[in-house]
């Protein structure tokens, strides 16, 4: 932590807002915590996804069996993705609007004090 | 071809110019455009970053793609698409947040070595370049088949008179030419698809069946397998599509032309439901080229099948639907490159020669003579490449540089956000591993040699089988960034603890 106390010297004489500070407070923490908890298993949900259709095509033929008359599941599929990629751009703008209530709380709270 | 299809293709660019001009003027006045305080609307964002997206390659390559190769073309759309996904989670808003306007700015927020800035603007160029080469392929081909000259002059010409354009023109109309153009696009895309559509009439299942008969593949052009054979290739071109987009610079630089992070947010929602609704048309585009034009004028036009929506325009709407969409193509291309040689050109002259031969002492003129350089340098290449590469897929061009940009860009994006131990020597060796892998594998690849004489630039055994090297340089461009890191001592903790704050709250100083 020795740096950590280095540098709040140093952020006093520049009046620069102490950003480890604010790095380390709970309420940073607790947004960087969710922020993942949101974001890291839906991406690998999406890339999963992504990457399942291109592996299965090129490895086994069972998506080629017709679904819909002569649209095959491999179509099903590539149109699947589509649908994910809305349904997933309408989730983080819904999930986005959380965070940035939190977001605005970290800044008036702890960086708004230190604006000039 | 006849001459009310060029006088009516001159008159449509010629309108989408005057257009553009008036736009632009017209927004200058109400505030300037490229500050974060700026005009644009989400929603407007939203649309010209779907147009800096439906470039050539989109909107020519895709539909040739499909015509020719059916759901191996579809690849394309479906990675074009979930990239929008990888910038909207991992990489729009920190990079909104951190207020830096381009690649080497955004890692500088963490580093200040000159020698990062230049490995970023030496992507950012090797990338410019192989765009511009897809978007010269594309007007080349564009340009054969409406005046019926040779391929060669054609590109000269196109290369001559894009090169002018930003010489002379610059980029201020840029953002508003992709606005009118994603809106142009659409509406031409939307009427051929209705088309296409009522000649199936309107029975979507009835168009599978039929597809199923109009191509000398047969049910095969409905399965997946008839272009890309090798399965790790396939898998090494759909890492570059999905993860490319998030490293392409002039895409990057679109979220810097709105005021705040829910604004980047909300414009690439609008972008992933244009881009989203494009790509689904992609599919009548392909399947309407096939079925009423056919495989073998769609690749007597160009061997690529980059001619196969002007052609499909052709067959469903005369001589003026074919001038539109031809039209509309060549706006599309001379907008991209406008703005990717601009790119390029700032990324020499200011990074390169500003701040590294100069030492940050240029003078403004100095920097804008080199700019005009760079310009003229870049489009050269460009040029020379492009008359090399007339057998090539447009969107097929376009895959290599978006492995360059997750190769080398991403890699380096993603630790300077996310990963607190990163630091200078990581990002150098991070960006130099991705970008040099790339690059050799690619020169090495069967793109550049091919046994036979005249399928690509060289005869002879390609060294490395994969078309599209991702698979092996995305990796590489992670791994040297995380050795170079771990065998570096430096560390700044509290320059991490600044961007990490920044980057999720969006706070200013």
């Known amino acids: 932590m020795n740096v950590g106390s280095d540098y709040k010297e140093l952020s006093y004489q520049e009046t620069k807002p102490d950003y480890q500070q604010v790095a380390e407070s709970a309420s940073f923490k607790d947004l960087i915590t969710r922020r993942k908890r949101f974001i890291i298993p839906l991406t690998i949900f999406f890339l999963v996804f992504y990457f399942l259709l291109p592996v299965l095509t090129s490895y086994t033929t069972f998506l080629n069996t017709p679904a819909i008359g002569d649209i095959s599941w491999a179509w099903l599929f590539a149109f699947a993705q589509f649908i994910m990629t809305w349904v997933f751009c309408i989730i983080y703008v819904k999930k986005s609007a959380q965070f940035d209530r939190q977001s605005d709380e970290i800044i008036e709270d702890q960086l708004g004090g230190e604006r000039e | ?142 340009i054969q088949l409406l005046f019926d000259i040779d391929y060669w002059i054609a590109v000269l010409i196109v290369g001559v008179m894009m090169t002018i354009y930003v010489l002379f023109g610059g980029m201020t109309a840029t953002s508003w030419v992709q606005i009118i153009k994603a809106v142009l696009l659409m509406i031409g895309t939307v009427i051929i698809a209705f088309m296409v559509l009522a000649k199936f009439n309107f029975n979507i299942l009835g168009m599978f069946s039929e597809m199923k008969t109009v191509t000398s593949h047969g049910a095969d052009y409905l399965n997946p397998g008839l272009k890309y054979k090798v399965p790790l290739d396939t898998i090494s071109l759909m890492l570059a599509l999905v993860l490319g987009t998030a490293g392409l610079p002039h895409i990057l630089m679109r979220f810097f032309t709105v005021k705040n ?14 881009v989203g609704i494009f790509y689904v048309l992609t599919i009548f585009l392909g399947f309407g080229a096939a079925a009423f034009v056919g495989e073998e004028l769609i690749t007597a036009a160009n061997p690529a099948g980059n001619m196969a929506a002007p052609l499909l325009a052709e067959a469903l709407g005369g001589n003026l639907l074919m001038s539109f969409v031809s039209a509309v193509a060549f706006a599309t291309i001379l907008a991209v490159v406008a703005g990717l040689v601009l790119s390029g050109a700032s990324a020499f002259a200011h990074d390169i020669y500003g701040q590294i031969i100069k030492k940050g002492k240029a003078t403004d003129k100095q920097q804008m003579i080199a700019a005009r350089y760079a310009s003229l340098g870049v489009s050269v290449f460009s040029i020379l490449c492009a008359l090399f590469a007339q057998t090539m897929n447009v969107a097929f061009l376009v895959s290599l540089a978006f492995c360059v940009a997750a190769s080398a860009n991403l890699p380096v994006i993603l630790y300077t956000i996310y990963w607190k131990r990163f630091n200078t020597t990581g990002a150098i060796t991070g960006m130099l591993f991705g970008l040099l892998s790339a690059i050799i594998l690619v020169s090495i690849s069967p793109n550049v040699f091919s046994p036979t004489e005249g399928a690509a630039i060289l005869v002879g055994e390609p060294i490395f089988p994969l078309t599209n090297p991702a698979l092996i340089s995305v990796p590489l461009g992670f791994i040297g960034g995380y050795l170079g890191t771990v065998f570096s001592k430096e560390a700044d903790l509290k320059r991490f603890a600044e961007v990490q704050v920044k980057a999720n709250t969006g706070y200013r100083e």
Do not use: H
């Open chain 2, 261 to 274: 992070a829910k604004t980047a947010r909300s414009s690439v929602v609008t972008a992933t439901w244009v």
């Open chain 2, 1 to 142: 071809m006849n001459a009310t299809v060029i006088t009516l293709f001159l008159a449509i660019v010629l309108a989408t110019l005057v257009i553009t001009y008036y736009a632009a003027k017209k927004t200058q006045t109400t505030g300037d455009f490229y500050t974060a305080g700026g005009g644009l609307t989400g929603w407007q964002n939203g649309l010209a970053i779907a147009g800096d997206y439906l470039s050539a390659a989109s909107f020519l390559g895709i539909a040739g793609a499909i015509a020719l190769y059916g759901f191996d073309g579809f690849f394309y759309s479906i990675g074009f698409l979930i990239a929008y996904l990888v910038v909207m989670f991992l990489v729009a808003e920190p990079l909104r947040n951190l207020g830096k306007y381009t690649l080497a700015d955004m890692i500088n927020a963490r580093f200040d070595a000159k020698k990062v800035r230049a490995i970023a603007a030496l992507s950012t160029i090797t990338i410019v370049i192989f765009y511009m080469i897809a978007q010269l392929v594309g007007a080349g081909a564009l």
